[in-house]
């Protein structure tokens, strides 16, 4: 089957995905034509086929640009000002007794967008039409959150303060979204009192997409096991719950078109209960199309339907190709329907033993597909993705099966399917804790020599199963490459970067930082009574701290030890106290006291740190950074700064933390 969608698709893609990277109009239109150069040279397509590629690349560039002009600009221009709000509550989070943050869609001083601003609770449920007068400010990263790396690419630049009025309108409210939004709430709560704990936690965020109420330690765990995907609501889910909404509704026998009709609305239903959120979006229209050409005797394509698919949400919302959701969901997509079927189809096996080794050769081609965006995006990735997705995923779609009929909300069968989901779940963190044990089980994806490595291997590995097409060779060139990137990162760990590296994270007159070399590291907590530790857990995850020595606490230990064991991706040994704390990590400290990290020695006192680096003097205070008898004052700095004393280097780094490692 000829797929006419699929050079339009990915070049449509590839113009949004430059331009949301921050590349120039000018430097795109260099990349298309290098591109058009290569297509040429290597006879890929026909001229139609070249053609359709620059036009859809302009296109996209033509597109995005109206976009920001027409939307993005408009609604960042509402910076700092106080607008008047028109709109549909499509969202409630409670905060406080008297206090919630709504998420509301509508015109904000005659711009349609959406935000979030908190305003006091008078009743206020979904649907409802609301007026309020809210102070806005465009969304921005800032050393907490990536708040703009992640509401940007879905279509939210700005948020609210605590609105001065708010009230409800006399409009009819939109009872569809409410009763959709409430059989949510219903459902999440149902599943997470039965199931309880971050097993409850974990099947309600599969079914719902709400990770709330998943601990740091629970999602860390996940994520390290490369079942990250799982519970966010993608492909897999609605596959699932269509597969099984149609096989309820063909039992009617109500005839092929209404069956797939009936299916279709539920299964939107579905994606509305969950978010609409990128890959759910995806799934929901691929769905669509595939459904559609069986009913109409066409011949369906995944890649295809992809391809159509992405051409519509990117046009109706182009800063998604910036959404990591949306990027690992279609490589998964190109994974499982171009490149794993030239693989698989070559198999000789039969029976059980085919279906275990395509579920494996599939999962190990998403790998290794996905392998660029994770290295993007992710801090961490995941060696063992292939054989925890082999080996556990059958258990959470069981579980998320399980969890889906409970839904149905049939109250004799309710509780006992949500009693064995719980032991599906168990079952699923204690293989994915054991399987993770080893510590060459995930690397860090940007610590040292590591992110190299891991880029040629990638380009080697693609090489081979280009020239090849082979399973067998794509098998075996994927194990050896995961079995160089095991070697380098312990050699990495063996024989680390000695040098010492000081990275400040400062919130005003609050500092946490953390001092490290090679995988060993020191937290200091001045002030900032844990506020910074998810931070500083990405931090730790990011350059490939894994030994947190010690953490030194000036205030509030009790409070901050909680938070720390609660956030850190990993905790420290012992924390270093000046006030009676009731936990056996803490070591009450006395006047001075000197700790060593290696050649760093540390002097802590209530007033400061101050650090000797062979020879070199840092002093760390609530509201500056002493270096050699310089001040560099911290309470207004944004950024993270990184100072390297060996070298004589001090510099601002970004919120990826990318110049760390």
């Not at 720390?564 to 936990?583: G, H, I, Q, R």
């Amino acid at each position: 089957m000829k797929r006419k969608l699929l050079i339009p698709g990915l070049s449509y893609f590839l113009g949004m995905f430059l331009r949301m990277q921050g590349f120039s109009l000018a430097a795109s239109a260099v990349i298309c034509a290098a591109a058009l150069l290569v297509m040429i040279g290597l006879r890929i397509g026909d001229k139609r086929a070249v053609t359709g590629f620059a036009v859809f690349f302009m296109a996209a560039n033509a597109v995005f640009s109206v976009y920001t002009f027409t939307v993005y600009d408009r609604a960042a221009a509402l910076d700092d000002k106080t607008v008047n709000v028109t709109g549909t509550v499509k969202d409630i989070t409670e905060v406080g007794s008297d206090k919630v943050l709504v998420k509301v869609k509508g015109s904000f001083d005659g711009v349609d967008t959406t935000a979030s601003f908190y305003c006091k609770d008078i009743g206020i449920d979904y649907g409802d039409r609301i007026n309020a007068k809210v102070k806005v400010s465009k969304i921005t990263d800032n050393i907490f959150y990536q708040g703009e790396t992640y509401n940007r690419p879905e279509g939210i630049f700005i948020s609210g303060e605590e609105a001065e009025t708010v009230f409800l309108t006399d409009a009819a409210p939109d009872y569809f979204l409410r009763g959709v939004m409430h059989f949510r709430d219903r459902v999440y709560s149902q599943v997470t009192n039965v199931i309880g704990g971050d097993e409850g936690a974990f099947a309600a965020a599969m079914l719902c997409g709400d990770k709330t109420d998943l601990s740091n330690d629970a999602k860390n765990l996940i994520y390290r096991s490369g079942l990250g995907h799982i519970f966010c609501v993608s492909g897999t889910h609605v596959l699932l719950v269509g597969v099984m909404i149609y096989e309820l509704v063909r039992k009617i026998r109500l005839g092929k078109k209404i069956t797939f009709a009936i299916s279709l609305v539920l299964v939107w239903l579905f994606a509305l209960m969950a978010g609409m959120t990128a890959p759910v979006v995806r799934s929901c229209i691929m769905m669509t199309a595939l459904m559609s050409a069986e009913l109409f005797h066409r011949k369906s394509d995944p890649a295809n339907a992809a391809c159509g698919c992405m051409l519509i949400m990117l046009t109706v919302s182009p800063y998604a190709a910036g959404s990591r959701s949306f990027l690992l969901s279609f490589t998964a997509v190109f994974a499982m329907s171009v490149f794993a079927p030239e693989l698989t189809k070559r198999l000789k096996s039969e029976g059980f033993v085919h279906s275990v080794e395509v579920s494996a050769l599939t999962s190990l081609t998403m790998l290794v597909v996905s392998m660029p965006f994770q290295l993007l995006f992710f801090d961490e990735l995941s060696v063992i993705a292939p054989l925890t997705n082999i080996l556990l995923v059958p258990l959470c779609v069981m579980g998320l099966t399980v969890v889906f009929v409970s839904a149905i909300g049939i109250p004799l069968i309710s509780v006992p399917l949500l009693t064995a989901a719980k032991y599906i779940m168990r079952a699923v963190f204690k293989a994915a804790d054991l399987l993770c044990r080893p510590s060459l089980s995930y690397l860090p994806s940007r610590a040292g020599i590591t992110a190299v490595v891991i880029i040629i291997t990638l380009a080697a590995v693609y090489l081979i199963c280009f020239i090849s097409r082979s399973a067998r060779a794509a098998v075996v060139s994927s194990l050896c490459a995961m079995i160089v990137w095991s070697v380098t990162a312990f050699f990495g760990q063996m024989m680390p970067d000695k040098d010492y590296k000081l990275v400040i994270l400062p919130s005003g007159s609050k500092l946490q930082c953390v001092l490290y070399s090679g995988s060993e590291g020191v937290i200091f907590d001045i002030s900032a009574n844990g506020s910074l530790d998810n931070t500083t857990s990405r931090l730790l995850s990011r350059v490939g701290i894994r030994d947190v020595r010690c953490e030194f606490v000036t205030k509030k230990p009790s409070l901050t030890v909680t938070r720390a064991m609660t956030d850190l991706s990993y905790k420290p040994e012992c924390f270093y106290v000046f006030d009676e704390c009731l936990n056996e990590r803490a070591v009450l400290l006395e006047g001075l006291s000197k700790v060593s990290l290696g050649d760093a020695q540390i002097t802590a006192s209530r007033e400061g740190f101050l650090i000797d680096v062979k020879g070199k003097r840092i002093g760390l205070y609530t509201d500056h950074v002493e270096y050699n008898g310089t001040a560099v004052l911290t309470d207004e700095e944004t950024l993270p700064i990184v100072l390297e004393p060996e070298k004589d280097l001090i510099r601002r780094t970004d919120y990826a933390f990318s110049d760390c490692g």
